[in-house]
C-alpha cells in the first residue's frame, strides 16, 4: 500500500516497475507523486500495468470505464487491421473480416468467437507462411548469387537499401510509439485521475 509520500519513483521501485519506466518517473522529480505520474505516462501498457498493481476493492469500480478503454483500443486494432485485409479473399482474411464486422457492431464479443477466429486465422497463416518462406528463401537465394557478381558496382546500392530498410523499422516504431500514446489517451479518458490511495 502506497503511503502519503511516497514519490511516483518508489511506488514504481516497490512494485517493480521496468527499467525504462522507472527513468520516466524519476525524470518527474523526487515530488511527483503516483497521481503525477498517472497523468504524465504516454504509454498505454505502463497505465494498464499500474492498474493491475492495485487492490481489488480499489480496482473493481474502475472495471466498466477500463472496459471503455478497452474496447476504443480493440475497435482501433481492428479496423486497421481490416485495411490492411482490403483485397485478400483467402478463406481465414474472409472469416476474420466477417468476425470483425459482428464484434464492431456489437453483435458478438464472446472470447469464443475471438479465440476461434484468432486460432483459425493463425493455422491458416502458418500454411501460407510455411509456403510463403520457401518461396522467400528460393528468390532470396537467386537474388543473392546475382548480387554478388554485382556487388562491387552496387556498393551505393545495397547502403541505400540499408538505410531504407532501418528507416522503414524507424517508422513501424514510431508507429507503435504512437498507438502507445493513443492507448494512454482512451484509458485517462475514462480514468481521467489515479484510482489508488
Not at 475497435?75 to 483467402?90: E, F, H, Q, V, W
Not at 548469387?145 to 532501418?166: L, Q, T
Request: aromatic residues 10%; glycine residues 4%; proline residues 4%.
Amino acid at each position: 500500500m502506497s503511503t502519503k509520500h511516497e514519490s511516483a519513483h518508489e511506488w514504481g521501485l516497490r512494485r517493480k516497475s521496468c527499467r525504462d519506466a522507472l527513468a520516466e518517473r524519476m525524470a518527474l522529480g523526487p515530488d511527483a507523486t503516483q497521481a503525477d505520474w498517472w497523468l504524465a505516462c504516454s504509454r498505454g501498457d505502463w497505465l494498464l500495468w499500474q492498474l493491475q498493481r492495485l487492490p481489488a476493492d480499489e480496482l473493481r469500480p474502475m472495471l466498466p470505464a477500463l472496459h471503455r478503454a478497452t474496447d476504443r483500443v480493440v475497435g482501433r486494432a481492428i479496423r486497421r487491421a481490416r485495411k490492411s485485409l482490403r483485397g485478400m479473399r483467402t478463406p481465414w482474411a474472409t472469416t476474420w473480416r466477417r468476425w470483425a464486422r459482428r464484434w464492431l457492431s456489437g453483435e458478438d464479443r464472446s472470447a469464443a468467437a475471438s479465440r476461434a477466429v484468432w486460432e483459425a486465422s493463425a493455422a491458416s497463416r502458418e500454411a501460407e507462411a510455411s509456403a510463403w518462406k520457401a518461396a522467400w528463401e528460393a528468390a532470396r537465394a537467386a537474388e543473392w548469387a546475382a548480387r554478388a557478381a554485382e556487388w562491387a558496382a552496387r556498393a551505393e546500392a545495397w547502403a541505400s537499401a540499408a538505410w531504407a530498410w532501418a528507416a522503414e523499422v524507424a517508422a513501424w516504431a514510431s508507429a507503435w510509439e504512437a498507438e502507445l500514446e493513443l492507448q494512454a489517451r482512451d484509458i485517462r479518458r475514462e480514468i481521467p485521475v489515479w484510482p489508488g490511495r
